[in-house]
């Protein structure tokens, strides 16, 4: 079955530092789809991505996805304690959530 | 987006119980998805449901589990008979335009 696998599993980052976090698919994904969870929160859709190579930016998050369609990241520029939480990227075709990258950010 | 709210916030069982957990989107939307979440571990997927039919299913999703939409605007996620192991979050959500919406979840802890 898919597989889609995240790293790092974790990062701890000085704030100010950037961050980034990575998906890799065994399958072409027909999209992926970031989410945000937060501390004792529930998953928060961020992004979807759909067409090879994409590009997406949201101020000061940054997705690509693969031109293969396998693998995506996220970029985060100048990390606040704001971005606190666990980053999870999904493939689309049957949900199937990456384990996660837990981002944290000492002030 | 979307409002999704689950009942309950929090169910405590005992070991061999059933539990039905309920999701219960604002609007209409014909598909739903469950997932799981043990403590400080990955979301998992169970099972999504569409147009009142199971579409998918994981294999965490045995026959212990269930879901159902009795009146047509709950979904409710049933398990037989609860082990130790089903203790996690469990999270409703709805797909609206390609995108998923997720309720605060139902933390279950069977002792």
């Known amino acids: 079955g898919q597989q889609v696998m995240q790293i790092p599993q974790y990062q701890h980052v000085q704030e100010g530092e950037d961050f980034t976090t990575y998906c890799n698919s065994s399958?072409?994904?027909?999209?992926i789809q970031w989410y945000k969870q937060r501390p004792g929160g529930h998953p928060v859709f961020l992004i979807q991505l759909v067409k090879s190579g994409e590009v997406k930016k949201q101020k000061r998050l940054t997705f690509q996805f693969g031109e293969a369609k396998k693998n995506s990241s996220l970029h985060i520029t100048a990390t606040q304690t704001t971005d606190v939480g666990t980053y999870f990227c999904a493939g689309a075709l049957d949900m199937r959530f990456g384990a996660g990258t837990r981002l944290t950010v000492k002030p | 987006e979307p409002e999704v709210t689950q009942t309950p916030s929090h169910q405590v069982t005992q070991m061999g119980q059933e539990v039905i957990l309920r999701c219960v989107p604002i609007?209409?939307?014909?598909?739903f998805y469950w997932y799981r979440q043990i403590l400080g571990q990955k979301v998992e997927f169970l099972v999504s449901f569409y147009n009142n039919e199971i579409s998918e299913k994981s294999e965490i999703f045995d026959d212990q589990f269930s879901v159902e939409r009795p009146d047509g605007s709950n979904f409710t996620l049933k398990i037989r008979s609860t082990k130790l192991e089903d203790s996690a979050m469990y999270f409703c959500?709805?797909?609206?335009?390609?995108?998923?919406?997720f309720g605060p979840g139902t933390r279950l802890t069977v002792l």
């Open positions: 609007s209409n939307h014909l598909y």
């Open positions: 959500a709805i797909r609206s335009k390609d995108t998923q919406y």
């Open positions: 399958t072409t994904l027909s999209n």
